[in-house]
């Protein structure tokens, strides 16, 4: 293959074979992982005692495990869209620079979470309980994830590295390896099973923090034997702040984007809980099930970004014109199904869960509500891939406020006041999602057209 990328398949193969190839692998890979949270729960809230404390204990870590898997992913994106745009210019040397760094900056993000989990784990939990339970287990669960947590950043540079080099299933091989390792280890370790010492939610924390360090070995040994167009020399890793200063051009609003979930649920969760307790249990669940199906989106945009970079390294209008199209075509399709999924399946999936009464209710609306956003989400976060891919930093990061803050939560707590002040349905409340997400999507196709106007398509020097 020679320095322009000619002979490559990120060149060389048709845009809508190509979304497929690439996209499918990360679809499975992140659906898998939206079905372990569902398993990893259901072995929590089944131990013999204080099943509910633990997955409480689990709940207010899960807000700072969610800023640590956003900064990790955030840096992954830029590094991505970096690589893959030198790759694209035939620029082997700046892609190796950028993997090198990113490298080093995993090494310091795990340094900074090592940090926060001998020091600042206790203090952060007692800002959320005064149950002395819940506050042992959740300490001991969040300082397991903190202090072991070189698998959730590196695996995170090395599975995209592997994308921007058109190596996906490689680095689908080993999320789902390193999920299947956690699902086999959390009632190991939870339980206290085949000889293994019975440690409840620590368990579960250090099923996660193994699993996550397989995956991880997994993409390293992958990254070495199959990215040919990255150099692997050492000297790549010595800090550059322009090659820095590049990844987080395009990293920092993903990591802010992605930030945004928790702060999100979290202002959900005190607007619903004015209205009922039950609402709060039917979000809840129902957040989990959205989550599955959304999966999918995020998968496919995984995809997205790195082929619309490539293609605008090259200095390709037609690729990139084809992964805008084939990419917001096959997130549609996908989304479709899961609508007419989410809507056929409402009543089962309450009796999966044993609900029963206005919690059953409420749950039920939800799917059948919120569901009706699953598209217009989808074309969302979809042009968020392209907006990174076209060094539109900014106009993804619009969006993920939009979507998650700006209409949102002031339209939830509109609807919360007038279930309270008047006798409409607190039902009402689910239309919040169809609003915003249509809302986004109408301001994400103004700033597409915008950002394509602004472009000033690359030429490769020398390409043929």
Known sequence: MNQSGKNDRMAETPVKKLMLIMGVPMIISLMLQALYNIVDSAFISNMKENGELALNALTLAFPFQMLMIAIAIGTGIGTNVLVAKSLGQ???????????????????IYIVFLLFGIFGVRFYISTQTSNPVVYDMAVRYLTVCCVVSPGITFFAIYEKLLQSDGHP????????????????????????????????????????????????LLAFIFHLKFNKNISK?????????????????????????????????????????????????????FYKIQQFILFAAFGLRDAITPIVSFAYGMGNKKRIDGG???????????????????????????????????????????????????IFAGINIALQGVFQALNGGIESLIVSVCRQLVFVLPIAWGFAVITQKTAASSRIIWLTFPIAEIATALIACFLLKKI?????????????
């Open 90 to 108: 035939g620029d082997r040397e700046r892609a190796s620079q950028a993997a090198g760094n990113a490298q080093f900056l995993a090494l310091v």
């Open 324 to 374: 805008i199209k084939y990419g917001l075509l096959y997130t549609v399709i996908i989304l479709l199904a899961g609508t007419a999924l989410t809507e056929a399946l409402a009543l089962p999936f309450s009796s999966v869960f044993s609900l029963s009464g206005e919690t059953q209710s409420l749950f039920v609306s939800a799917m059948r509500i919120i569901s009706v956003s699953f």
């Open 233 to 285: 020399k050492i000297s790549y890793c010595k800090p550059s702040a322009r090659v820095i200063k590049d990844i987080y051009s395009i990293g920092l609003p993903a990591i802010i984007a992605q930030a945004l979930m928790s702060v999100m649920t979290y202002g959900l969760n005190i607007i619903l809980v004015s209205v009922s307790e039950a609402m709060v249990t039917a979000y809840g669940l």
């Open 452 to 464: 394509r106007k602004k472009i000033n398509t690359p030429k490769i020097a020398g390409r043929q």
């Open 169 to 216: 299933i490689c680095s689908t091989i080993a999320q789902i390896t390193g999920a299947v390792t956690n699902i086999i280890l959390d009632p190991i370790m939870i339980y206290g099973w085949l000889g293994c010492p019975a440690m409840g939610a620590a368990g579960a924390a250090y099923a996660t923090v193994i699993g996550q360090c397989v995956s991880w």
